[in-house]
């Protein structure tokens, strides 16, 4: 998912799918008690993003961390839970149902459901899992992890057998790793019984159980869900099955939980509300944290130096390592410079001028790593191989021009190179790129965000060696996210480049395969790149089980630089009031705060 992400585990994901053992940190220490008191527990949100979507069935442009994990997964859990700690494994205690069971050769898997109940006291049925999957669907083209072919393509036939019981025929057998941690992963089961309608007075039935009543009723629900003044008082959103409910919403994102009464998880809220707090900068949410309006917040990289300040005003500092890479996109379809992108020298030429390991020290103060390929290195995995984190582009001025020159650009240092031997050859700009063609880029980077601003104005600098001009504009992060869309070469195909500062978190593919941002035809393969050999690697990663097929497709990948590589930040160096217990950072940003308790 976009955007954002402590202690090291070294852990196989597909070791540990199959242990019932596995619980979320905490459970036993803070038993069930579902005592409510006036109690407000105030977590701090990342600067200039805030949650801005409610319905769970949404396109790229609402699809962040903030809105899957902070907003809407307090309200609507997921049918399969995935982190244990710092550990991005499956989580059966907070699955809302049990491991799937497979069949008929790989190609049937058996699904059954937990006693849960809805905030309106009817059971979380087989059949809210069907309503969810028939609005996918129908609407696969908003869903911005959907791959044609894939989820939930692959599900050829899907039934009900009775209440607790869902059933989905495969169009093949598939890695089971895969298929539960990057394809189930994606089902959140959703109230039939009070959404499948299509108007607000309209009956509620079976509605979704045709393609075009499917659509309809999703046409019906987003269009409720656009409407954010009715958040907390539009009795759709009032029916959920997680541990909170939805009290106060506004524009701005100020967000107040109270707890839901009928939550069947293991452990239900005990305390009175949960409030979720935006600003627009980092050094606004450090001036909150200094005056102490704030439970759960992070100092910013360049206040690091101020947390022992901090811990003398209550605070215990931890730093939050998210399952994730950071990158930003190139539009390889904008119809002026997307010829330009597409050539690999032009892409190595430009990676080897940023200089993360300086990044890291300078701008993130040492709270962050680089990226140098598709699977995080962070937190310590056997997943991401050698090769990967042994930068295969590192900081060079000298080779980064030399590629350019050979390339049939007349590098112009601190002005702009332009091409002057067209053609396909090998020493010639390449397809598509006319003589006279200019290295002049538009780069839209995310606000609020001091170390974001500081890494992109050091890049224009960088690259201004090679005369290629960097022109910097800035947005808050949802406008990035939504500006940085997948489009056809066309006029409306303008953007050229976006960073909203955090890539991508592993979520709801939890293992990374990378079919979501990478593979043609993704619905958040944001620059649409398009690389036969890299489909073919990922595909194989589908349904050949084991790490060798990961390796591949991660080492190849890594030297195709889909993106621009740059440094990943930690998700924040959290600032933990020392009375609030029951905390535990997942690297998968997906929090339990109904195991926190705040003490006076």
Not at 4 to 13: M, S
Not at 398 to 408: V, Y
Not at 568 to 583: A, C, H, M, Y
Request: proline share 8%.
């Amino acid at each position: 998912m976009l955007n954002l992400f402590h202690k090291p585990v070294r852990v196989a994901l597909g070791a540990l799918i199959a242990s019932s053992s596995l619980v979320a940190a905490g459970a036993g220490a803070l038993g069930s008690s579902a005592s409510a008191s006036t109690t407000n527990i105030t977590f701090a949100l990342p600067p200039a993003v805030t949650p801005n979507y409610i319905f769970p069935v949404m396109g790229a442009a609402y699809y962040s961390n903030v809105n899957l994990y902070q907003f809407q997964a307090e309200m609507f859990r997921p049918l399969y839970w995935f982190g244990n700690g710092a550990s991005p494994t499956f989580n059966p205690t907070l699955s809302l149902a049990q491991a799937p069971v497979y069949s008929n050769a790989g190609k049937t898997i058996t699904i059954k459901m937990k006693s849960y109940k809805w905030s309106n006291g009817k059971p979380v049925t087989s059949a809210d899992v069907l309503f969810f999957m028939d609005m996918l669907k129908a609407e696969t083209k908003i869903w911005p992890v959907y791959v044609p072919g894939e989820f939930p393509d692959n599900v050829v036939s899907m039934s009900a057998p009775n209440a607790s019981t869902v059933v989905f025929n495969l169009d093949k057998a598939y890695s089971t790793t895969w298929m539960l941690y990057n394809e189930l992963s994606q089902i959140t089961p959703l109230p039939a019984a009070a959404w499948d309608k299509t108007s607000v007075n309209g009956t509620v039935g079976n509605n979704a159980g045709t393609t075009a009543g499917a659509q309809a009723v999703w046409k019906f629900l987003t269009a409720q869900a656009q409407t954010v003044a009715t958040y907390a008082t539009n009795p759709l959103w009032q029916v959920v099955d997680g541990p909170f409910k939805l009290k106060q919403f506004d524009s701005t994102g100020h967000t107040v939980f109270v707890p839901n009464p009928s939550y069947s998880g293991p452990v239900k809220v005990s305390y009175g509300s949960l409030t979720l707090q935006p600003f627009t900068t980092d050094a606004a949410e450090y001036n909150a944290l200094r005056a102490g309006t704030v439970d759960y917040g992070y100092v910013p990289p360049q206040d690091s130096g101020q947390i022992p300040l901090l811990k003398s005003q209550g605070y215990n500092s931890s730093p939050w390592i998210g399952w994730s890479i950071n990158y930003f996109p190139l539009n390889y379809n904008n119809p002026t410079v997307g010829p330009i992108f597409r050539q690999l020298y032009f892409r190595q030429a430009m990676q080897e001028m940023v200089n993360q390991p300086t990044d890291v020290k300078k701008a993130l103060y040492g709270y962050g790593y680089p990226t140098y390929g598709p699977v995080p290195i962070e937190p310590k995995n056997n997943l991401s191989t050698p090769q990967e984190a042994a930068n295969p582009y590192p900081f060079n001025p000298s080779k980064s021009k030399a590629l350019l020159t050979s390339h049939g650009w007349t590098v112009k240092p601190g002005g702009t190179s332009t091409c002057t031997n067209p053609g396909t050859g090998p020493t010639q700009c390449g397809a598509g790129i006319a003589k006279g063609a200019a290295l002049n880029f538009n780069l839209q980077f995310a606000t609020g965000y001091t170390y974001v601003s500081q890494e992109m104005q050091q890049l224009k600098s960088n690259l201004a060696q090679d005369g290629i001009q960097l022109n910097l504009t800035s947005a808050p992060f949802n406008t990035v996210i939504a500006t940085a869309a997948p489009c056809k070469v066309g006029p409306s195909c303008s953007w050229q480049m976006e960073n909203w500062g955090q890539g991508w978190s592993y979520g709801p593919d939890y293992y990374p395969t990378g079919e979501s941002i990478f593979e043609t035809g993704s619905g958040i393969n944001e620059g649409s790149y398009s690389n036969p050999i890299n489909d073919a690697n990922i595909n194989a990663t589908h349904t050949i089980s084991g790490t060798a097929v990961l390796y591949k497709y991660e080492n190849y990948l890594a030297k195709q630089l889909p993106d621009i590589w740059q440094p990943n930040p930690d998700f924040q160096i959290s600032e933990i009031r020392s009375t609030l217990k029951g905390v535990s950072q997942s690297s998968l940003l997906n929090f339990t705060p109904e195991y926190w308790k705040l003490s006076k």
